[in-house]
């Protein structure tokens, strides 16, 4: 009983949160202290490459990084109480979020894995909303449109637009027209650049996107620092143990709530099929991945109240203190 309600009272307490936050904050000004000059890792990310970050203060850089986070963070909480995936009104997934980026020092400056991140999270909020509505078009007319502005600052986001059509199909809400609404929000990113690209002819601007999509970085985890692969490892366990949970208790979900866990399953399954195909973008899918398996591993140790996960929330907490500790002893 002690166990169990250790367990409840840091997974649903009120103070978990904030808490959280504030051991985060703690987190980044210590890294920020001991790693002042850690090097952002560079990949070619389409157009947002064309942005020269070095002109920004470092201060100014993590400032808004953080904001960007706690964007992210506030957003979860918004969408848990849209659509009640953990049906107890609980952070537990935004602290998870907000911890797990605090670990990571390589990820604690301006990259684009945060505003993919942020788009991302908005297209799943439309695509959620579309559930079993007859007049769907409008919804996925904006999950596209914000997959769309994802896929241009990373490209490789285009290879899950099947991946969201399947999703928009299992939540009964894709037909003929909403089909076309959501081919036609994906293209409109696209159509804005064209227009720009070509009014100042820097046609090669438009291009740009879809050279990088078809351009196919070498599977080679030689060149990944260990830090990441150690910190995605620690990630699919994450994902791995809390999707089983999934569906081994869907039974006890809604209909509606086992729907949106299993899009946010197999959404989760092709980020990680996608960064051990192509490692050199192991920095952005790091900075995505936390929404999904956030969710997942929020509604494993809310919803559950026996020894095994408990031990498996023990487990995490301490893994989590072994990452900060591995991460900031690497990069020193």
Request: glycine fraction near 4%.
């Amino acid at each position: 009983m002690r166990r169990n309600n250790l367990q409840k009272r840091v997974t649903t307490g009120r103070f978990t949160l904030p808490v959280a936050v504030f051991i985060s904050i703690i987190c980044w000004i210590l890294a920020s202290l001991l790693m002042p000059g850690l090097v952002e890792q560079k990949a070619s990310y389409s157009l947002f490459q064309l942005v020269d970050l070095t002109i920004l203060p470092l201060w100014f850089n993590k400032l808004v990084s953080f904001t960007l986070y706690a964007v992210v963070g506030y957003s979860l909480i918004e969408l848990n109480n849209a659509f009640a995936i953990i049906y107890i009104r609980a952070s537990v997934q935004t602290s998870l979020y907000f911890v797990f980026i605090a670990v990571c020092p390589f990820l604690q400056q301006l990259h684009v894995g945060e505003f993919v991140a942020i788009a991302f999270l908005l297209s799943i909020y439309f695509l959620f909303k579309s559930y079993q509505c007859h007049r769907s078009s409008a919804y996925l007319f904006h999950s596209f449109v914000f997959m769309g502005i994802g896929s241009l600052l990373f490209p490789q986001l285009a290879f899950l637009i099947p991946v969201w059509l399947i999703g928009a199909y299992n939540l009964r809400s894709l037909n003929m027209r909403s089909f076309f609404a959501a081919l036609l929000g994906w293209i409109m990113p696209y159509w804005f650049l064209f227009a720009h690209a070509y009014y100042y002819g820097e046609m090669e601007l438009f291009y740009k996107p879809f050279i990088d999509l078809m351009r196919f970085q070498p599977i080679d985890f030689a060149t990944v620092p260990l830090p990441d692969i150690l910190t995605a490892a620690f990630l699919f366990i994450l994902y791995a143990v809390s999707s089983i949970h999934c569906f081994v208790t869907s039974y006890q979900d809604k209909i509606r709530t086992r729907s949106y866990l299993r899009f946010l399953i197999l959404i989760d399954f092709c980020f990680f099929v996608l960064l051990v195909l192509q490692p050199a973008h192991i920095a952005c899918l790091l900075s995505i991945l936390p929404v999904g398996v956030g969710i997942l591993v929020g509604h494993l140790f809310v919803l559950t109240n026996n020894k095994a996960s408990y031990l498996f929330f023990i487990f995490s907490l301490f893994s989590l203190i072994f990452l900060y500790c591995f991460n900031l002893w690497m990069f020193l």
